[in-house]
C-alpha cells in the first residue's frame, strides 16, 4: 500500500483504491477499505435529496465505478450499509427494444443543468493545468482533425454545419477555420462563453431553426444525454437537408472499457 494513500479525498480515485484493495481479498486491508467506504458513504448522504440519490452533486465521467466500489467493500466486510447504499444510488436500466442504456430514476428537466457545474466535466473547460488535462488537451487535437474528416467524407462540398452540444466550441472552431458555415447548440452556460470568444454562433434550441436547413448536424457523445429522445430525433429530421448528413456517436456499453472501468 502506497504511503499517506489516507489522505487522498478524490471520489473516483477512493473508488479505484477500493476495488483495488478489495480484489487482493486480504483482510489485512480490511481497517483502509473501511476508512474509505465510510468516505463514500458520508458523501452520498451529504449530497443524497428525494429526486437525487448520488454522491456528489453532478454526475461526471467513470460515475458506475462508485456504487460498485462500495459493493466490493460489502462483499470484503460484511457491512450492510455499503451494499445498502450501493443499489440505492442511480440505476442503469436496459431497454430492450432500443438496445441501450437508461439512468433510472430520471432527473427532472429543471435539474439538469446543475447536474454538469463541475470542474471535473472536461468538456465544459479549457483546462491545461494537471498531466490528465493535457494529455487531454493533446488527444482532442487528433480527434478533432478525425471527426471534421469523417464529415468531409459525407460532404465533400462543406456548407451549414450544425454541432448539438458544442461544449467549448473546439470542433466548429477547427470546422470554421476550414470553410463550414457553423452554429452550436450548448446549455452550459459557461463552455457557451468559452466557445463564444473563438468566434462560434449559438442558437438557444434546435426548436428555432428552420426545416431544411442544414447540410450536416453533428452529437459527439451528446445523445445518451438528451432527455427527449423522441423528440429529439423528430427535430433533427425535421432540420437537416434532404440529401444532409447526420453523424451520432455514443458510447458503447457492451465495449471492453465500459466492462473493465
Not at 459557461?190 to 450536416?216: C, H, M, P, W, Y
Request: charge should be negative; hydrophobic fraction near 35%; include cysteine.
Amino acid at each position: 500500500v502506497l504511503p499517506g494513500i489516507q489522505t487522498i479525498h478524490s471520489t473516483r480515485s477512493m473508488a479505484f483504491i477500493l476495488k483495488g484493495l478489495c480484489l487482493q481479498k486480504d483482510s489485512k486491508h480490511n481497517e483502509l477499505i473501511q476508512l474509505f467506504a465510510d468516505r463514500l458513504v458520508q458523501m452520498y448522504l451529504h449530497e443524497k435529496r428525494s429526486h437525487w440519490c448520488w454522491f456528489e452533486a453532478y454526475l461526471t465521467y467513470g460515475n458506475s465505478v462508485i456504487p460498485e466500489a462500495l459493493l466490493c467493500a460489502y462483499q470484503q466486510t460484511g457491512n450492510e450499509v455499503y451494499k445498502s447504499i450501493s443499489k440505492e444510488s442511480f440505476d442503469l436500466y436496459w431497454d430492450e427494444n432500443y438496445d441501450m442504456l437508461i439512468t433510472y430514476p430520471k432527473p427532472s428537466p429543471n435539474d439538469l443543468q446543475r447536474y454538469y457545474e463541475s470542474e471535473d466535466y472536461i468538456s465544459h473547460s479549457d483546462k491545461k493545468s494537471g498531466v490528465f488535462n493535457m494529455i487531454y488537451q493533446f488527444v482532442r487535437g487528433f480527434t478533432l482533425k478525425n471527426k471534421l474528416k469523417i464529415i468531409e467524407q459525407f460532404q465533400p462540398n462543406k456548407g451549414s454545419l450544425l454541432d448539438i452540444g458544442a461544449g467549448t466550441g473546439h470542433f466548429l472552431d477547427l470546422a470554421q477555420k476550414n470553410n463550414w458555415k457553423v452554429t452550436g447548440i450548448e446549455p452550459n452556460d459557461g463552455a457557451k462563453k468559452i466557445a463564444t470568444e473563438k468566434g462560434i454562433t449559438f442558437i438557444e434550441n434546435i426548436q428555432s431553426l428552420e426545416r431544411n436547413s442544414f447540410d450536416v448536424i453533428t452529437m459527439w457523445h451528446v445523445l445518451e444525454h438528451v432527455y427527449d429522445l423522441d423528440e429529439q430525433i423528430k427535430q433533427l429530421k425535421r432540420v437537416l437537408k434532404e440529401d444532409g448528413t447526420l453523424i451520432i456517436a455514443v458510447p458503447n456499453f457492451r465495449s471492453f472499457d465500459a466492462k473493465y472501468y
